[in-house]
């Protein structure tokens, strides 16, 4: 099994609709969670990031939390066509060895207009 | 500006031919990473550098080498031992080495190979 499940999709949305991204995670030790957005031939760029559990808010996004279901979330409100993108969750935790990310398989998103 | 430049954008490589693909930052970050993404694969990790003269194997090291003789930059060679090497090949840094706190990855724009 591995580390960070996502579900690929493609998830197609209207515009303006609120879109729910998902992940579920597997290692226990896992402390940081991040949401990465990568544009079509583009490198990942950081979108969100949490420690532990919980939520954070930032304009339209928020990425939420849970780690006794080992459940991690992004929530979009008011899409947008330039939200067009794959959607990258990733986990990491730090200690003896080095900081790693343990990534998600991505998730395609279009906002249709 | 500050930032991970890779090149080349866009690679060719014949078989049985080795290809080294540049990876440079300007934002002094300690470790430096490269990651291979396929569709529907995400980002696997193939090596990774903590510190200059000094590299681990990641998930999938099997037929790349690395080399790390400046902090700046982390060259990836895929060698002809090397399977499948059509991908989109993704470098990317953190500020330090993150035994005690998340550090930010950065990216850098990407190399996509491709194998004739």
């Known amino acids: 099994q591995k580390e960070v499940e996502q579900d690929p999709g493609p998830l197609s949305v209207p515009e303006g609709a609120i879109v729910s991204l998902n992940c579920t995670y597997s290692n226990s030790a896992f402390q940081y969670f991040m949401w990465y957005r990568q544009y079509s031939r583009k490198g990942p760029e950081l979108l969100m990031y949490?420690?532990?559990?919980g939520n954070k808010e930032d304009g339209r996004f928020t990425a939420q939390v849970d780690k006794s279901s080992k459940y991690i979330s992004l929530f979009i409100r008011d899409s947008q066509p330039s939200d067009s993108a794959t959607y990258l969750c990733a986990a990491a935790y730090s200690g003896a060895g080095s900081y790693q990310l343990t990534f998600g398989k991505g998730t395609k998103l279009s906002v249709i207009p | 500006d500050g930032g991970i430049t890779q090149s080349p954008k866009y690679l060719f490589r014949k078989e049985g031919q080795n290809v080294t693909l540049s990876c440079e930052q300007n934002l002094n970050h300690d470790a430096m990473y490269w990651y291979r993404q396929d569709p529907g694969q995400g980002l696997r990790l193939i090596y990774y550098?903590?510190?200059?003269?000094?590299?681990q194997k990641g998930d999938i090291a099997e037929g790349y080498s690395v080399s790390r003789e400046k902090k700046e930059s982390f060259p990836l060679t895929v060698t002809s031992a090397q399977k499948n090497p059509t991908a989109f090949y993704l470098c990317?840094?953190?500020?330090?080495?993150?035994?005690?706190?998340?550090?930010?990855?950065?990216f850098g724009p990407g190399t996509r190979l491709t194998v004739l």
């Open positions: 550098s903590q510190i200059v003269n000094d590299f």
């Open positions: 990317a840094s953190t500020r330090g080495s993150g035994r005690s706190s998340y550090n930010e990855q950065f």
């Open positions: 949490t420690y532990s559990s």
